[in-house]
């Protein structure tokens, strides 16, 4: 309805000359900017009056779906539980307010507040020190194999340049590491899904003296506990090689064990995953990087400022409210949650690794393939069922992975509404198809051509109209 009335894009409604506020005249004289610093052709503005302004952006946010709205399975992402009052602490004037340059006498309040968040994060972490610089998790992947490589470096060992990552690692692991100018190594994933230890005992024995570092998940990215850390952190620190932990997926870990105590002596938290803040559109984000002692002398210059702060502020107002005994909870319902909705679906979605999972886990597609419906066709066909969809196609390893996490706090009526929708979609596979072929059908956007959206992006609406003339 409010596309009509309002139109798509805030450009449609622009009308030459109209404006939402008057600036007073200025009082000022004439202030010349310098030439170089001028802008040389008109500003390419819609020209809007307040309400139609306010009206086209509230339209528009109806339009979303958030956790707010319904039920959010996202896998991957852990933690999609943000409670307001973490909102309410993060934009209290005096923290919102703060500006990086202020005198340090007057930011006493903000740096305790880092320095309590440290510490928590040590105790959770067993770990010793924390740089909380990087902006999200990939930059804490790459803060911390910098300061692997620094301390590698730092020792003569100039060799070591190769970091171990298992091939069910989340993309951003090998990425990180080729960033970092170091080589990558992939190591198998048995089919239970965990770390192959006798594929890496054999890349020890090749390439020992140039491995700076092995990274692992864990729980992994299919949702999986790694059984075997302490042999394989011995087999990695005997050859000389650090250990690194994507702290992506922490969550079910909280107050349960630690992966300092693991054996693991670089790690990244993800803030806004494990503790909390909204994730959704890419950001804002904290990727904290912990080290075990003396290793903190390596961290390296990857910004002149205290990363998110906000995201920060969310963070310690979560650990708080949680308290030490109440964290230990979190990993076991979400645990529980997850197993309950894996048992629950099995027999109609195909489960490829039937252990139990911890806070997440996947199916790969239907178990009934002769239906021709997709992995694609499910996630359309729950928004119109007022779900989101899973992650989907992720990970890799499977061809029609659905990933689902429900997070600890969801109740056990929102979950069976869930599983109820989802045997639904399972039975129109069988007896109507090509419902799920076009769905999504109740929503403001049907199925988008993704591949089209890829390969021709358009951004920009000088570059929707050029198209369109075209
Ligand atoms: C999300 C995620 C990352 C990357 O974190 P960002 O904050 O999105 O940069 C790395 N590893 C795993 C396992 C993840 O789930």
Redesign the pocket.
């Known amino acids: 309805m409010n596309n009509r009335l309002y139109g798509n894009l805030i450009f449609e409604l622009s009308v030459e000359g109209r404006k939402g506020y008057s600036l007073p005249k200025n009082q000022f004289g004439n202030y010349q900017l310098p030439e170089e610093a001028r802008r040389k052709a008109e500003l390419e503005l819609p020209q809007c009056d307040e309400l139609t302004v306010v009206r086209h952006y509230t339209n528009l946010s109806a339009n979303n779906f958030g956790v707010d709205n319904g039920f959010y399975p996202l896998g ?3 933690m999609k539980y943000n409670p307001k009052i973490n909102e309410e602490m993060a934009v209290m004037p005096q923290f919102q307010n703060i500006h990086p340059e202020q005198p340090e006498s007057t930011t006493v309040g903000v740096r305790t507040l880092v320095e309590q968040l440290e510490k928590a994060l040590c105790e959770i972490t067993g770990l010793a020190h924390f740089t909380f610089k990087p902006y ?4 804490g ?1 790459l803060t911390g194999l910098m300061t692997i490589d620094n301390y590698h470096r730092q020792k003569g060992d100039l060799k070591r340049k190769k970091v171990i990552v298992p091939d069910s690692a ?1 993309g ?2 090998p990425a990180s590491a080729a960033v970092c100018g170091l080589e990558v190594v992939e190591v198998k994933s048995l089919s239970d899904g965990t770390v192959d230890v006798d594929d890496l005992k054999r890349i020890v024995e090749e390439q020992g003296e140039e491995i700076a570092a092995m990274m692992m ?1 864990n729980p992994n ?1 299919l949702g999986l506990f790694e059984k075997n850390i302490p042999a394989i952190a011995d087999l990695i620190h005997q050859a000389g090689g650090l250990m690194y932990y ?1 702290g ?2 922490l969550n079910p870990m909280l107050g349960v064990c630690r992966p300092g105590d693991m054996g693991f002596d670089v790690m990244h938290i ?1 803030l ?2 494990t503790f909390s803040t909204p994730h959704g559109g890419g950001g804002p ?1 904290a ?1 904290p990087v912990g080290v075990r002692e003396g290793l903190q002398d390596f961290f390296p210059f990857v910004s002149p400022y205290q990363g998110n702060f906000g995201v920060m502020v969310k963070a310690y107002a979560y650990i708080l409210s949680l308290g030490k005994e109440h964290i230990a909870e979190v990993g076991p319902l979400a645990t529980l949650n997850a197993n309950y909705i894996k048992e629950s679906l099995k027999d109609v979605y195909e489960l490829p690794i039937a252990t139990n999972c911890c806070h997440e886990f996947v199916f790969d597609g239907l178990k009934d393939k002769s239906t021709g419906v997709t992995t694609m066709d499910v996630a359309k066909r729950l928004l119109d069922y007022g779900y989101h969809a899973p992650t989907i196609y992720f990970p890799l390893l499977f061809h029609e992975s659905l990933m689902i996490e429900p997070t600890e706090n969801e109740s056990k009526q929102t979950i069976d509404g869930f599983i109820e929708v989802m045997r639904a979609i399972a039975d129109e596979a069988r007896t109507n198809p090509q419902v799920l072929k076009e769905a999504p059908h109740n929503t403001p956007v049907g199925r988008v051509d993704d591949v089209l959206a890829a390969t021709h992006p358009v951004v920009t609406y000088k570059a929707l109209v050029e198209d369109k003339e075209s």
């Open positions: 991957s992402c852990t999200a998790g990939a930059h992947e989340h951003t692991n998940t990215t994507d992506a997926n993800n806004h995953k984000g990727g």
